[in-house]
């Protein structure tokens, strides 16, 4: 089988899903459990084999259009009967969530070698889609180990699949350092470009040049591998809520980005600091964060908040949240909820005192028609930064703290 690099993303479909699976057991590649259903009650078992959570898509999906992550059988039912068709010539694939990192190679196969220019490492753990998140290379948290695993199985999966030409690989590393397979896509990826500006290697043409008949050796590659650059590049993405009235700013595994920005410089945090200012955040050291905070990311988000409260930020939260910062020694000014009848969240965003706002929610609680849909619209309304991923807020943090000068005392 040879598989010349085209706009589709061929290996995700439902028809070549036993195909690519018979490869990956062939190379003895880990792949999490999944499975194509064609009904609700099939889909339903299989989820029920598999273990909840699950991730649930279409066949097949472009931008991770209609893809979820689904808690339990009353939400899986929900998603099928509603967010999807679902039949015999439409299958929904269902397949295990895994929590961890997400990384991300592109690289080229002549038939023969494989070139991988560099891995990219996302800063947001798995659950929101890639071209949603901030990426970064070289890698800054994973082992040599992980890398090389991911290297082998790169070069095994390009001579495996017969591919000629650019193909992309994202691989998840779970807590416990092993690495799963999200996907392969036989063609160029939206980060061709990045990582060509960040490596040096034009991968376009280099792949072009291949799929013509030009092997990589010929062309003067003969590293798997080469020397990763010494700076570091971070690509973020840039988003249009401001423009595109309704749509919730909530990151998922579909995606929203509507183009991205890229900084680089000899440290991460002012390789980021570009990048988050090119992408259009205002990034302040002072003011006002609101916070609201699922109960499953309390204690997450508690030293995070602690960073803000020590540099000098008011604390503003929800009563639960802010009960929880209080008991940990957060000044904390509560504000009552929307379904409480209170309108003092919207109207202390709308009147300019919030800075950032920051907004995890249960993966059981619905998309729309919550409080936190309505603040984090009234938020993008009013050109306030939203986080609702706590990844993020770490590394803005990290930003922040080398950004902002220190007060100190005079020794007397």
Not at 74 to 86: D, P, S
Not at 101 to 107: C, H, M, Q, R, Y
Not at 208 to 225: N, W
Request: proline share 3%; charged share 25%.
């Amino acid at each position: 089988m040879k598989i010349i690099g085209t706009d589709c993303d061929a290996i995700e479909r439902a028809e070549n899903r036993d195909a690519f699976e018979k490869v990956l057991k062939k190379l003895g590649i880990p792949q999490p459990r999944g499975r194509a259903v064609t009904n609700i009650e099939d889909g339903v078992q299989a989820a029920q084999e598999i273990g909840y959570p699950v991730l649930v898509r279409p066949s097949f999906v472009l931008g991770g259009r209609a893809m979820q992550i689904v808690a339990d059988e009353e939400q899986l039912r929900h998603y099928l009967k509603t967010a999807v068709e679902i039949d015999e010539d439409k299958p929904v694939l269902v397949d295990k969530y895994i929590i961890g990192k997400e990384l991300e190679v592109d690289a080229i196969c002549d038939g023969v070698d494989v070139f991988v220019p560099g891995i990219m490492e996302l800063v947001e753990r798995t659950g929101i889609h890639s071209g949603d998140s901030i990426s970064v290379y070289p890698t800054f948290s994973v082992s040599q180990e992980v890398k090389g695993t991911i290297l082998s199985y790169a070069k095994q999966l390009g001579l495996g699949i017969g591919i000629v030409g650019l193909y992309n690989i994202q691989f998840i590393v779970d807590r416990q350092n092993r690495v799963y397979i999200i996907e392969v896509n036989p063609r160029s990826s939206r980060t061709v470009p990045f990582l060509s500006k960040s490596t040096g290697y034009s991968l376009a043409d280099i792949a072009t040049l291949v799929i013509l008949g030009k092997s990589l050796k010929e062309q003067g590659i003969f590293a798997l591998y080469p020397e990763e650059k010494k700076r570091w590049y971070v690509k973020v993405p840039a988003f249009s809520f401001s423009k595109l009235n309704g749509l919730d700013t909530y990151l998922s595994p579909e995606m929203k980005s509507t183009g991205e920005a890229i900084g680089y410089d000899k440290t991460l945090t002012r390789a980021l600091f570009k990048a988050l200012q090119a992408s259009g955040m205002s990034m302040m050291n002072y003011g006002t964060v609101f916070a609201t905070i699922a109960d499953q990311d309390k204690q997450e988000a508690l030293p995070l908040i602690r960073r803000f409260y020590n540099m000098g930020f008011n604390i503003m939260a929800t009563e639960g949240t802010g009960k929880m910062l209080k008991a940990n020694g957060i000044r904390t000014h509560v504000l009552l909820k929307l379904k409480d009848g209170s309108d003092e969240i919207l109207e202390a965003i709308r009147g300019g005192y919030v800075t950032y706002v920051i907004n995890t929610r249960d993966v059981r609680q619905s998309d729309v028609l919550s409080d936190g849909h309505e603040i984090r619209q009234c938020a993008v309304e009013n050109n306030v930064n939203v986080f609702t991923s706590l990844d993020t807020v770490r590394v803005l943090l990290d930003v922040l703290e080398e950004t902002t000068l220190g007060i100190s005392t005079i020794d007397g």
